[in-house]
């Protein structure tokens, strides 16, 4: 996916520069929480007393491009004693160019509970403001862990890529580990039995579709006519099957790596009951979508028969309906792009296009 740089490696550095633009873009809407509303939410949580004092707030790197994420230390007297502790804040973006139609915050602190024990690596969700009374917006506190999250063009740059060969492998192997524990925790011991899509649609994976949907008809962009008809085939041939917990945005970008080992998974907002199959869809989809051209000589990501064989390896069942599942994450990723296209020039805009193309042929052949 070149964007016209005529050295060798231009469109390694093309496929690396659009990723950027859609994720900062997408940062440049979120409404910004101070510090102040952060101390008066902790301070009025029933298990600390006394005063609280926040410091080292900073924010989130190159994470997050759809909701917003602040970084920082908090001091308080807990019922143990004096604590001080590194924490992470996610909250909804509060502006009308956000990514999603919605952005349900309980539900993400809901799913990252229920997941604590089940040797998934989720931080710890510590403080919920379900209404925005002490932040403004919705948001939660979580634990920080203290991890790096590949680029989106993660064989290109980041943890993933920099690792040797037998680091990147065992890296890799610890990813598909964790997602089967996601695709097979016990839903109804979890509480999680009606975690589905705020949705239409008489199965899970049809609230899925609708719920991206939802936002498609919210931002009607000029493309809206295009995606009709994809709308409507993935509603008639959306595969039966026992539901499953997906991560739902399990796009490498994020799995978060410390020392080479995986540490925590992020960004739950588009978790729900649904497939397995449309998690490894969404990874095989992303690693092609962002993968340096093959006559770059940079890393190549595994293909998707080695994807899946990497899955089945880490005790992951046989995926079915395979082609499906990669139309609905080619559907899933022009839903949140062409979103995002709204807050840029036309000149951004068009310039995303590459970015694009080979989803909507995916989406229509």
């Known amino acids: 996916m070149s964007t016209g740089d005529s050295d060798r490696g231009g469109a390694t550095i093309g496929v690396e520069s659009m990723v950027d633009r859609v994720i900062s873009t997408g940062k440049a809407v979120v409404k910004q929480v101070g510090a102040e509303h952060v101390r008066r939410f902790i301070e009025n949580q029933p298990d600390v007393t006394g005063q609280v004092t926040i410091e080292n707030v900073r924010g989130s790197g190159g994470v997050g491009a759809s909701s917003g994420l602040i970084l920082f230390s908090a001091t308080?007297?807990?019922d143990s004693g004096p604590v001080t502790r590194d924490l992470v804040l996610r909250h909804a973006p509060g502006s009308d160019q956000r990514l999603f139609f919605e952005y349900d915050l309980v539900r993400q602190f809901t799913v990252q509970r229920?997941?604590?024990g089940t040797g998934v690596p989720v931080p710890r969700p510590l403080w919920l403001d379900a209404q925005g009374e002490w932040l403004g917006v919705p948001g939660y506190v979580m634990e920080f862990c203290p991890g790096?999250?590949?680029?989106?063009?993660a064989f290109m740059r980041?943890?993933?890529a920099e690792a040797s060969s037998a680091d990147r492998a065992r890296m890799i192997d610890e990813t598909m580990s964790a997602?089967?524990?996601i695709h097979t925790a016990d839903i109804k011991g979890r509480g999680l039995e009606s975690f589905q899509m705020n949705a239409p649609g008489d199965s899970p994976m049809r609230r899925c579709v609708n719920w991206y949907w939802k936002t498609w008809e919210w931002v009607r962009v000029p493309q809206y006519e295009r995606l009709v008809p994809i709308h409507r085939w993935l509603l008639d041939h959306a595969p039966n099957g026992e539901p499953e917990l997906m991560h739902g945005d399990s796009t490498l970008?994020?799995?978060l790596f410390h020392e080479r080992?995986?540490?925590a998974i992020v960004d739950w907002e588009m978790s729900a009951l649904g497939r397995a199959e449309a998690d490894i869809a969404l990874q095989c989809v992303g690693n092609e979508l962002f993968a340096a051209p093959k006559d770059s000589g940079a890393l190549q990501p595994p293909t998707d028969a080695e994807w899946i064989a990497l899955y089945r390896r880490a005790g992951g069942r046989p995926m079915q309906d395979f082609q499906y599942f990669k139309k609905f994450a080619a559907y899933m990723i022009v839903v949140a792009v062409s979103a995002l296209q709204r807050n840029m020039t036309p000149e951004m805009a068009a310039a995303q296009e590459p970015?694009?193309?080979p989803l909507w042929k995916l989406l229509e052949n």
Do not use: E, I, W
């Open 179 to 181: 997602l089967v524990k």
């Open 261 to 263: 080992r995986l540490v």
């Open 114 to 116: 229920a997941l604590q």
């Open 253 to 255: 970008h994020n799995y």
């Open 148 to 153: 790096v999250a590949p680029h989106p063009s």
């Open 76 to 78: 308080y007297d807990a």
């Open 158 to 160: 980041g943890p993933l």
């Open 355 to 357: 970015l694009l193309r």
